[in-house]
């Protein structure tokens, strides 16, 4: 006979949880067949429209990836940069007075073409062959400079500007990037362990909720492995999961063998087993 104490808050008594068996011989809440199990296919949301913001977006997020190198690149030429001389190949001008030039020079005696930006009176007393003067620095093979003359106001300006447009796409960036390979390796694995982990009983021992705006609900619960060992852990559930969870409450737990203390509530469990269909 197991047995043991929650405190009730605001309460002036204990709730005193009675565990009628072992729990190394418990049975689980759910009947699930022998690993491995056949899992349903949840239905991802977005489909296609994702996909067709990915597409629109992608040149923006391989320039946003291109501008934070860059302002790296810049700030550590105008640091630790050293003093080349680079050739001007060509002159360009375009609307709205700006003005550059693509300048070629050698570093550690490798080729490098970059465009570095002018001004006005620059772009007047510069000419095609000229010989410019430039901080230059090299980062995984590829060329990053400044002007020698230039200050660090006007690099750490040019920065401030970079920053400004990767602060505006960066959480576009995030949601339709980064963020779906993190969720899908989260779902891998959970999807792993429902396939292939042990299914034992166990039980709810508290439950716990953030108190501020932003508030998330957790699910602690214990159980013992088939070698005897008891663990306890604590899962993330949703809202609508929440009201579910009750102190005391008898749960289907499934761990890994080969690392027991990953595991997840079954009845939690976003993911569900073929419980009637052959493997």
């Known amino acids: 006979m197991r047995s043991f104490a929650v405190r009730l808050p605001g309460r002036n008594l204990d709730l005193c949880v009675i565990i009628l068996a072992e729990m190394q011989t418990s049975v689980p ?12 296919t949840r239905p991802r949301p977005g489909g296609r429209p994702v996909w067709v913001f990915r597409l629109i ?43 550059s030039a693509i300048c070629e020079y050698h570093l550690d005696g490798v080729y490098h ?13 510069l000419n095609t062959g000229d010989v410019l003067q430039i901080k230059a620095i090299s980062l995984f093979g590829c060329g990053f400079s400044v002007q020698n003359a230039s200050r660090w106001s006007q690099t750490l300006r040019d920065a401030a500007l970079i920053l400004l447009w990767e602060v505006a796409f960066s959480p576009f960036m995030f949601l339709l990037y980064i963020l779906p390979p993190i969720v899908g390796l989260a779902e891998l694995r959970a999807a792993l362990l429902l396939r292939h982990g042990i299914a034992v009983g166990g039980v709810i021992i ?28 604590r899962r993330y559930v949703d809202s609508s999961e929440y009201p579910d ?12 063998k080969v ?5 997840t509530p079954y009845e939690f469990s976003k993911i569900k087993v073929r419980v009637d269909s052959p493997r």
């Not at 508290?206 to 663990?231: C, E, W």
Request: no cysteine.
């Open 206 to 233: 508290s439950i716990q909720k953030t108190p501020n705006d932003a508030t998330m609900f957790f699910v602690s619960y214990q159980f013992r492995t088939i070698a005897g060992a008891t663990l306890s852990a």
């Open 29 to 40: 809440l759910t009947d699930l067949p022998p690993p491995p199990r056949r899992l349903f």
């Open 57 to 99: 977006l992608l040149p923006f997020f391989l320039l946003n990836s291109y501008l934070a190198l860059l302002v790296v690149g810049q700030i550590l030429a105008q640091a630790y940069g050293r003093v080349v001389n680079a050739t001007i190949v060509e002159k360009k001008a375009a609307r709205h007075h700006s003005y």
């Open 259 to 263: 690392r027991p203390s990953h595991s």
């Open 245 to 256: 969870a009750k102190v005391g409450f008898p749960i289907t737990v499934i761990y890994s």
């Open 113 to 125: 073409r970059n465009k570095e930006w002018l001004s006005e009176m620059e772009f007047g007393a």
